[in-house]
T-cell receptor, first 113, second 112 residues
Framework: GENVEQHPSTLSVQEGDSAVIKCTYSDSASNYFPWYKQELGKRPQLIID?????GEKKDQRIAVTLNKTAKHFSLHITETQPEDSAVYFC????????????FGSGTQLTVLP | DTAVSQTPKYLVTQMGNDKSIKCEQNLGHDTMYWYKQDSKKFLKIMFS???????INETVPNRFSPKSPDKAHLNLHINSLELGDSAVYFC???????????FGQGTRLTVV
């Protein structure tokens, strides 16, 4: 099955700096790569996603890049704010009639004011 | 309206008991999931299910069983609860072609 590795497990940045989280996946058939943000005590929520026919996608301060050849993808957050502090999860989709999202182990991002 | 709702939000029970967690989605999605989130925050897929296929993660004990009375519901039944089952359980759903998974608010299960 699919295996997703995520680094780093914790990340602290100063407010206004950039943050980068990286993930690798194992199944070359995966074609959908979302990023979820989970605030303390809340449910995971999608913040951005990318499909395998696209190399980069940007939404305001958040961007995701995908390298299918190397099987890795990254989340970039610019101009970080304290409210960006949360656990971020990458995931990869295994296609099929009963699709499964396999998640990375999560990154605890702390933005220091 | 809550898109994916699960009940109860908190569940405290004794070892050996049998319990169920209910999940309902009103999004018209074709696939539903159960995830377990342990104390280290790792989100682990337990089941994914649509009307054609049930995929069971091979590491899930057979004390756990999904039950789907209809397309909008996927309940999780757990037999003979153990201390190690304590975690937050998330239900989620998604639609073919769109892929985004919507999560319920989670059920914090504590086995004492």
């Amino acid at each position: 099955g699919e295996n997703v590795e995520q680094h780093p497990s914790t990340l602290s940045v100063q407010e206004g700096d950039s943050a980068v989280i990286k993930c690798t996946y194992s199944d070359s058939a995966s074609n959908y790569f979302p990023w979820y943000k989970q605030e303390l005590g809340k449910r995971p929520q999608l913040i951005i996603d990318i499909r395998s026919n696209v190399g980069e996608k940007k939404d305001q301060r958040i961007a995701v890049t995908l390298n299918k050849t190397a099987k890795h993808f990254s989340l970039h957050i610019t101009e970080t704010q304290p409210e960006d502090s949360a656990v971020y999860f990458c995931a990869a989709l295994v296609s099929g009639s009963a699709r499964q999202l396999t998640f990375g182990s999560g990154t605890q991002l702390t933005v220091l004011p | 309206d809550t898109a994916v709702s699960q009940t109860p939000k908190y569940l405290v029970t004794q070892m050996g008991n049998d319990k169920s967690i209910k999940c309902e989605q009103n999004l018209g999605h074709d696939t539903m999931y159960w995830y377990k989130q342990d104390s280290k925050k790792f989100l682990k897929i337990m089941f994914s299910y649509n009307n054609k296929e049930l995929i069971i993660n091979e590491t899930v004990p057979n004390r756990f069983s999904p039950k789907s009375p209809d397309k909008a519901h996927l309940n999780l039944h757990i037999n003979s609860l153990e201390l190690g089952d304590s975690a937050v359980y998330f239900c989620a759903s998604s639609q073919a072609g769109l892929f985004e998974a919507f999560f319920g608010q989670g059920t914090r299960l504590t086995v004492v």
